[in-house]
């Protein structure tokens, strides 16, 4: 949201930096670096260049793509004039505390700081970027310090950006909310008297999110419904998927369905409409997106799958298609994020599984925070199952057999079988199999293809027991990463393939330090 954007001074004079400025405030990255490519073509005196060289580093920035950020912003911090060096080392300054360089970070914090001394308004931008770097060493005082500096503001559309990155920086500490409350409480009063529809929406937004946290889910509700009501004639996509995306969440607390079901689709709408311009980071090697927008996907699956599960017939099938389709995306969308490109996964058809064989059955387990859904297809009907088991329960059971089984270290003489394995595989078989495996056997299904999301994508299914016998020794198993992943097979037959086998002669360290046991 832009408002947890660094404030960061431009002063743009050519016609395609401001267009490219003009992008950026509507979230279009992708838009704002053509244009600014374009700018950079035209410059012509050093301080134009190093003006939209700052621009596009600052995009860059924002985009996360961090390296060559640092490029562009080095650069325009070196063709700069005295008066642009301080809006430049305030963009370094975010840079560098981004790349977790902090001693950088304050270093070019200091030099802006410098260079502001008669710049009351680069004063202010400088002192909330720096402490958003540190908002755990803050205080209250410093904080309302800062408001009141913030409230003397001539500019009111000025005043209200301030309040909100202040506002945003406070909600990082764990100090009292009042700041919070005021800054936010001032930004929205003062962002009736500005021109700038995009940043009314945004303290709207901002002040709804706070009420929401503070248990006023009425006050945020109406706060919402008044953002959704100005965005008519304004781009507004990354806003809009947190502000319907909270409405959705409050109508479900009402118990309000139907609107929550509506709230929901839209904010998946407005997430599709704009993820190339999403940036997308991996931390521990979970993406960004599961922590951010899954459960906005994960929310509207929940309510498709309420649906349904009251409905029979065409209405149902419907739904229970959504909700497919919905988990499709959340994995369509992480594949193209670690791709780097939509490229590969647009060319692709969507193989919507009907043209599977007759004997075999697809088995979508959707993993909600209070129940275990699983969609069963079968020929042209989907079949749903709900199991009340918690999230938590079925986490912990797919981590224990995963390391169980990881940890095994095999002999001839060591039997592959254990208590504590089969516990598990059991919990597990009785969780996603035992409902569905009447179903299977009534339609004489022998190939049974697993569709496993999260945590389950560390599950051997094959070795799922039901007491006497593993999986395995039922159905063959498949494991599938998404079916829509997959491609056509209308053309299977017709294409010739070709294998690289590969192999090591002589073992290297990393094969020589793995135990004995495994070696032999």
Not at 188 to 215: C, M, P, V, W
Not at 227 to 252: P, Q
Not at 384 to 408: D, G, K
Request: hydrophobic fraction near 40%.
């Amino acid at each position: 949201l832009s408002s947890m954007k660094p404030v960061i001074a431009t002063s743009i004079t050519d016609y395609s930096l401001s267009l490219a400025s003009h992008y950026l405030e509507q979230g279009h990255f992708f838009l704002a670096l053509q244009e600014i490519d374009k700018g950079l073509q035209d410059a012509m005196t050093q301080p134009q260049k190093a003006q939209a060289m700052g621009l596009k580093g600052h995009i860059l920035l924002l985009m996360q793509r961090y390296k060559e950020a640092e490029e562009m912003l080095l650069q325009a911090y070196d063709l700069a004039e005295e008066t642009q060096k301080g809006d430049f080392a305030n963009s370094l300054g975010v840079l560098y505390y981004e790349l977790r360089d902090k001693t950088k970070s304050i270093e070019y914090f200091k030099v802006a700081l410098s260079q502001a001394s008669f710049n009351p308004a680069l004063t202010l931008k400088v002192k909330l970027n720096w402490l958003r770097t540190e908002p755990h060493n803050t205080n209250t005082t410093e904080l309302e310090s800062l408001l009141t500096d913030i409230l003397n503001v001539e500019s009111i559309e000025d005043r209200v950006k301030y309040a909100l990155n202040l506002a945003s920086i406070a909600s990082q500490s764990s100090l009292t909310s009042t700041v919070i409350n005021t800054a936010l409480e001032k930004a929205y009063t003062d962002s009736h008297h500005i021109s700038n529809q995009q940043l009314r929406l945004e303290a709207l937004d901002s002040l709804a999110e706070f009420y929401d946290k503070q248990g006023k889910f009425q006050e945020a509700l109406a706060l919402s419904e008044q953002a959704v009501a100005i965005t008519a004639n304004i781009d507004a996509d990354d806003l809009l998927i947190n502000i319907e995306w909270r409405k959705g969440r409050i109508y479900e607390r009402y118990g309000r369905d139907t609107e929550a079901l509506i709230s929901y689709r839209k904010a998946v709408d407005h997430i599709q409409t704009i993820r190339r311009d999403i940036p997308v980071t991996y931390e521990d090697g979970r993406s960004s997106f599961r922590e951010k927008l899954e459960p906005i996907y994960l929310g509207y699956a929940h309510q498709l799958l309420k649906k349904a599960s009251q409905q029979n017939d065409t209405a149902k099938q419907l739904n229970l298609k959504l909700a497919r389709q919905t988990i499709e995306l959340i994995k369509q969308t992480e594949l193209e994020d670690y791709l780097g490109g939509r490229c590969l996964i647009e060319g692709l058809q969507r193989n919507e599984l009907e043209s599977m064989d007759q004997n075999a059955a697809i088995l979508y387990p959707i993993i909600l925070p209070d129940r275990l859904e699983l969609l069963v297809s079968m020929g042209q009907t989907i079949h749903q199952f709900t199991v009340p088991i918690a999230e938590q329960n079925i986490r912990q059971a797919a981590l224990n057999l995963s390391n169980h089984l990881r940890n095994w270290l095999l002999s001839p003489r060591e039997k592959i079988e254990t208590r504590e394995n089969q516990q598990e595989a059991n919990n597990l078989y009785r969780w996603m199999i035992s409902p569905i495996e009447s179903e299977l056997q009534k339609q004489s299904i022998k190939t049974l293809v697993i569709v496993p999301d999260g945590i389950l994508r560390l599950v051997p299914f094959s070795a799922l027991f039901d007491g006497k016998q593993y999986l395995i020794e039922k159905y063959a198993v498949s494991i599938s990463p998404g079916m829509s992943l997959m491609g056509s097979t209308q053309d299977i037959t017709s294409r010739s393939y070709r294998s690289l086998l590969a192999g090591i002669s002589k073992p290297g360290s990393v094969v020589e330090q793995l135990p004995e046991v495994i070696i032999n």
